[in-house]
């Protein structure tokens, strides 16, 4: 990824155009803290290596496996690393235990691939994961997964299809990027509205990004997402359009790109913004408890609407400011209700908050994140509380 503090000269009485803030932006964040944060980015403190150390001489108990965690287990196409957690632990987010990883290998993890046997060992009341059986007495404390196929080939820590939309797509674009984003100006032959194949031309694409054959993605703002504990807005939601693809580089003092519409998704038409389209990055994080205490509230879930469920995606009014990086697996809960007790003069009694589900945080931004909802005994609601397992 270029640097992202860089910012390029756009049209006339028009602000330079940030790439660093096309994406999920806390309002009033800059360039230079808008992009998102990548586990490689992160330093491991001398407290996590001592604690890594001691989980890779201990692994986890063995009460903590699941109650009908397999022996051995075959890694398949289609697998995830949530889903074989599952299999193993009644805690999947304690996965790096099992394995006796240590923080860099939790930054940085070893892949697994589909044909690969997992072998789960115990002893003593300990329990450990290996590539390898148990041999000689020997319990190995690292895995070593290898493939001559190459990283391409390993399975993604969750679903790929329940977050594609959600790597590619603009979702939540700040104000700033509204202002300064490139836009649709004209269209050709009197034309009102766009389809695949049609020609149009925008202001504001500018160099590097401004080269014949760039992807851009069309999209509108819909509405402001709103912080539902403190009412700031962290965002606006941003409806995607379709994409198209410069075919002919920036002319004349105005600066006008002509461009081509190569996916419409909805119409398109003059006024509609334009952003770079960015590459697709896997998401192989290792899923994992934080390692601060989190708390923070659900700020929308995804297609506008109140209540969602599992494998919904939901935004979290929290990111790396407060700690969270991807790989985080967070709770789910609700308020507990204020009840009467009437045994007790009618008092006012506050119920402890309702945990229902968890949730896989697999994009973060400095104010807010993206996580998909694993599992849900109970209806996702905006505003719900989101913090550390325990």
């Not at 397999?70 to 009644?90: A, C, E, K, M, N």
Request: charged share 20%; proline share 7%; net charge positive.
């Amino acid at each position: 990824m270029r640097d992202l503090t860089k910012e390029h000269h756009a049209a006339p009485g028009r602000r330079p155009y940030a790439f660093a803030r096309w994406m999920l932006c806390a309002a009033g964040i800059t360039a230079v803290t808008g992009a998102p944060v990548h586990a490689t980015d992160l330093t491991v403190t001398p407290a996590q290596r001592a604690q890594a150390s001691v989980t890779a001489q201990r692994g986890i108990a063995a009460a903590d496996l699941a109650s009908d965690a397999p022996q051995q287990y075959v890694v398949r196409g289609g697998d995830t690393l949530w889903g074989i957690s599952g299999r193993f632990l009644r805690q999947p987010w304690r996965w790096p235990e099992l394995w006796g990883m240590n923080q860099q290998q939790i930054r940085n993890p070893h892949l697994i691939y589909p044909g690969q046997v997992l072998y789960l060992i115990q002893r003593d009341g300990r329990a450990w994961l290996s590539t390898s059986p148990e041999a000689g007495g020997t319990v190995r404390l690292t895995p070593a997964m290898r493939s001559e196929g190459g990283p391409d080939g390993a399975i993604a820590s969750i679903s790929a299809k329940d977050i594609e939309p959600f790597l590619i797509r603009p979702l939540v674009v700040d104000q700033g990027t509204l202002e300064t984003s490139a836009r649709i100006m004209a269209l050709t032959e009197s034309r009102v509205y766009l389809g695949i194949g049609d020609t149009a031309y925008a202001r504001g694409i500018s160099p590097p990004e401004a080269v014949v054959g760039s992807d851009w993605q069309a999209f509108k703002p819909v509405k402001p997402l709103k912080d539902p504990v403190t009412g700031r807005v962290l965002g606006y939601e941003a409806e995607y359009q379709g994409n198209v693809r410069v075919t002919r580089a920036p002319e004349g003092f105005d600066a006008v790109t002509t461009i081509k519409v190569t996916q419409a998704q909805q119409e398109m038409g003059s006024g509609t913004l334009l952003m770079p389209q960015p590459a697709r990055e896997p998401v192989r994080y290792v899923p994992r408890a934080p390692d601060v205490m989190l708390d923070g509230r659900i700020a929308a879930v995804y297609g506008g609407v109140q209540f969602g469920g599992a494998k919904q995606v939901v935004v979290l009014n929290i990111g790396t400011a407060a700690g969270l990086e991807p790989g985080h697996v967070l709770a789910l809960s609700r308020a507990g209700q204020v009840v009467r007790d009437r045994t007790d003069g009618n008092r006012a009694i506050q119920l402890p908050d309702e945990r229902y589900g968890l949730a896989f945080v697999f994009r973060v931004f400095p104010g807010v994140a993206y996580a998909l909802v694993t599992d849900a005994s109970n209806a996702i609601e905006v505003g719900d509380r989101v913090t550390s397992p325990r």
